[in-house]
């Protein structure tokens, strides 16, 4: 059988607190990144914070989330996290990425994971479809997501707000029959 945890240049794998922590307090010092990557306001917290966050979320039964790290194949380097916070009953799953470190951007690396993480909701969770959204003004996840298989399902007009300006919220959607189309 397939190694379903193996793409072309990453591989998922799983992911401690520990390790999270001490990623994301380095990676968090990069504002574009988390400026990218969420819409809460920028915040630097501590390792120890961080930690707490996150043990605080894998307690959680059943899982928040099926959450893997990203490893470069090439050198086993941690390089960003994703996954899918699932929404069962509905055969649903909301995806997630984060390339942590700005040196992996634009590598192929982000739509190697993705495609990874859309095999392990259909192959393995039987979802039914996989939705994500996304700022704006963030065209690199844009693409590489078109590249991963999602649609763009929707705009909501000035969601947000940042430096004094307005920017929409993008939705994108990938159903299973649409991915099963391109993954005979
Ligand atoms: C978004 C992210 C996951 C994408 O992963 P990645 O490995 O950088 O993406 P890839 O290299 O696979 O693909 C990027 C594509 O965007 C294109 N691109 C890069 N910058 C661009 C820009 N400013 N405008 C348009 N396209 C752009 C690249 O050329 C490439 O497309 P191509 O292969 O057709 O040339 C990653 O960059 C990341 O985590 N960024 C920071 C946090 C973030 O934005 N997270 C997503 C939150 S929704």
């Known amino acids: 059988m397939k190694d379903i945890y193996r793409g072309t240049l990453v591989r998922l794998s799983a992911i401690s607190s520990d390790d999270l922590a001490k990623a994301f307090v380095q990676w968090d010092r990069d504002s574009e990144m988390r400026r990218l990557a969420d819409s809460d306001p920028a915040q630097l917290w501590s390792e120890n914070k961080l930690k707490e966050f996150f043990d605080k979320d894998f307690e959680k039964d059943p899982p928040r989330a099926y959450?893997?790290?990203i490893r470069t194949?090439?050198?086993d380097r941690?390089?960003?996290?994703t996954g899918l916070v699932p929404n069962l009953p509905?055969?649903?799953a909301w995806f997630f990425i984060v390339l942590g470190d700005r040196e992996?951007?634009?590598?192929?690396?982000g739509t190697d994971a993705a495609q990874l993480v859309l095999q392990y909701g259909f192959v393995e969770l039987n979802l039914r479809?996989?939705?994500l959204g996304l700022h704006s003004y963030n065209d690199r996840a844009f693409r590489s997501y078109e590249k991963a298989g999602f649609r763009m399902e929707g705009?909501?007009?000035g969601e947000?707000?940042?430096g004094g300006v307005r920017f929409d919220g993008l939705y994108m959607g990938i159903l299973r029959e649409e991915w099963m189309e391109s993954n005979p």
Do not use: V
């Open 160 to 162: 947000g707000l940042r």
């Open 104 to 109: 992996s951007w634009n590598k192929g690396y």
């Open 73 to 75: 194949l090439a050198e």
């Open 155 to 157: 705009r909501m007009r």
């Open 78 to 81: 941690l390089i960003g996290t």
């Open 90 to 92: 509905h055969g649903d």
């Open 129 to 131: 479809r996989i939705t």
């Open 67 to 69: 959450r893997f790290a």
